[in-house]
């Protein structure tokens, strides 16, 4: 395993709060029944599979997404209200497949081990560079 595969993506610290596993926002938080296709969120609210969706970004990736849909709940008005959003329509989540899967391997990849020695060193390594560029270089932003 080497160093370039214990690399963290963008939001893997985040994702390791409190805060972020109480969210109910999140789908990661949310239910899914893998049977029937279907997630349901921390409001009991169900989200159905409705179609697949093909997204280009700037550069030209092509990205696949399934698209799931509130379940309609006219017989409860309360429920009716957390299925749709403020303009009627129902809500919507998309959910990415492909980037699941390689957040879940980096994420093991972390968890392991040998990933939290080598995620560790960076503090090491990586992190007094750069607070040397900031502090006696004046850099403030920059790109990598």
Known sequence: MGKSNNYPYG???????????????????WDYDEQNDRYTDLDGIEFRFH???????????????????????F???RRQELAT????????ISINANWEYFKNKAKEQLSSEI???????RKIDVEPIFANLKAHLGFKRFSV
């Open 75 to 77: 017989e409860d008005p």
């Open 85 to 92: 959003t403020q303009s009627g329509r129902p809500r919507q």
């Open 51 to 73: 179609n697949y969706s093909v997204r280009h970004d700037r550069y030209g990736t092509e990205r696949k997404f399934k698209v799931y849909w509130a379940v309609d709940y």
């Open 11 to 29: 939001m893997y610290e985040k994702e390791q709060t409190r805060a972020y596993h109480k969210d109910k926002r999140k789908v990661a938080n």
């Open 115 to 121: 990933g939290h020695q080598i995620y560790g060193q």
